[in-house]
């Protein structure tokens, strides 16, 4: 880039991240993420029951809640005390589906393993950080599952997410706020190791993008998935 990025970073550096497993001591999963300005509490529960519509399957369900906390940014934001607004519902259904992509099997009884994604702080890639913390307080409960009742270890396989942009026409991956907020093209891309796609959320801001851009894109979110994946294997102990 021309310029430097606002923390001087280059265009192809992830933030500094940073997984605190363990960092709850109630729940059964847990992790405690930070990505450079972003924090993120990851709790993983299993409860017994499952939705109504899974009742007399014999299979359990993994699913999502999304919050953030009044004054995770500069100003502060009203509670969401009525349910959760359309842009945290869309968030928490991106969450649930990326983190059952991490799960081999739903086979573990009639149980749900809820993760509540709560954000303490946040300068940009709550959602892509909140995956990424979630998927290791997941993996600490379905190993809890396997530890505590009849069933198997239902975890599958490490999942990730991160954030890809087009700033000043240029790639760069993991978008803080003060980029994000400019990007001509912000794109959210979720694996599961070592090269399968999950969910792949991009949009131009003004305008449109090429295809090669699009190529580009991806090619720079799986540089960076391949640090996620690292760590979170460094954090499990993998």
């Excluded at 310029?3 to 405690?32: F, H, I, K, M, T």
């Excluded at 270890?153 to 890809?164: E, I, K």
């Excluded at 907020?181 to 070592?194: F, H, K, L, Q, S």
């Excluded at 305008?207 to 991806?218: E, K, T, Y």
Aim: proline letters at 4%.
């Amino acid at each position: 880039m021309t310029d430097p990025r606002p923390d001087g970073r280059q265009r192809d550096e992830l933030r500094p991240v940073r997984l605190e497993r363990g960092a709850n001591p109630y729940a059964e999963g847990s992790c405690l993420v930070r990505c450079g300005g972003t924090l993120v509490m990851c709790t993983a529960s299993v409860q017994d029951g499952v939705p109504g519509w899974r009742r007399g399957s014999g299979l359990g369900w993994v699913t999502a809640e999304y919050a953030m906390l009044p004054r995770a940014t500069t100003e502060r934001t009203l509670r969401e005390r009525r349910g959760p607004g359309g842009r945290t519902a869309e968030i928490q259904r991106l969450i649930g589906r990326s983190l059952r992509a991490a799960v081999s099997t739903m086979a573990f009884g009639e149980r749900t393993i809820t993760i509540d994604c709560d954000v303490l702080q946040a300068d940009g890639g709550t959602r892509t950080a909140a995956i990424t913390g979630g998927t290791v307080a997941l993996a600490d409960a379905c190993a809890w599952i396997g530890r505590e009742t009849e069933a198997a270890d239902p975890f599958g396989g490490l999942v990730a997410a991160v954030s890809v942009g087009l700033v000043g026409g240029e790639p760069v991956l993991d978008l803080s706020y003060a980029e994000d907020r400019t990007a001509g093209v912000d794109a959210n891309i979720v694996m599961r190791e070592p090269d399968r796609f999950i969910e792949v959320q991009g949009t131009a801001e003004d305008g449109f993008f090429a295809r090669a851009d699009l190529d580009g894109l991806l090619d720079l979110a799986h540089t960076g998935m391949g640090v996620l994946f690292e760590q979170q294997r460094a954090a499990l102990g993998r």
